[in-house]
Nanobody
Framework: QVELVESGGGSVQPGGSLRLSCTAS?????MGWFRQAPGKERVQVAYILNDNGATIYDDSVKGRFIISRDNAKSTMYLQMNSLKPEDTAMYYC????????????WGQGTQVTVSS
């Protein structure tokens, strides 16, 4: 069973930056970052294909967040810049094991709080 382990959350002031990491213990086809704020649905914020590095971003984070992956380390990153209070949420990494399937692997979540 492949496991995902996240790290890198924390508290930061508006305009600050944080980098999240997610390391997989085995093969994954693609990975993504989701977030869920209190009382709101979980939404996908970024997605990356492991073979060609193609990326997709939610409009709310375009131009501020950068998703990347180091295949040699089986690790995905989310560089979050120009953070806003509305970015406050629990962030989860997730992975697909094959094309055309749903996300089946989830990390434990890491809290990101943006507040002055």
């Amino acid at each position: 069973q492949v496991e995902l382990v996240e790290s890198g959350g924390g508290s930061v002031q508006p305009g600050g930056s944080l980098r999240l990491s997610c390391t997989a213990s085995g093969y994954t086809y693609s990975m993504g970052w989701f977030r869920q704020a209190p009382g709101k649905e979980r939404v996908q914020v970024a997605y990356i294909l492991n073979d060609n590095g193609a990326t997709i971003y939610d409009d709310s984070v375009k131009g501020r967040f950068i998703i990347s992956r180091d295949n040699a380390k089986s690790t995905m990153y989310l560089q979050m810049n120009s953070l806003k209070p509305e970015d406050t949420a629990m962030y989860y990494c997730a992975a697909k094991l094959a094309p055309g399937v749903e996300f089946s692997l989830w990390g434990q979540g890491t809290q990101v709080t943006v507040s002055s």
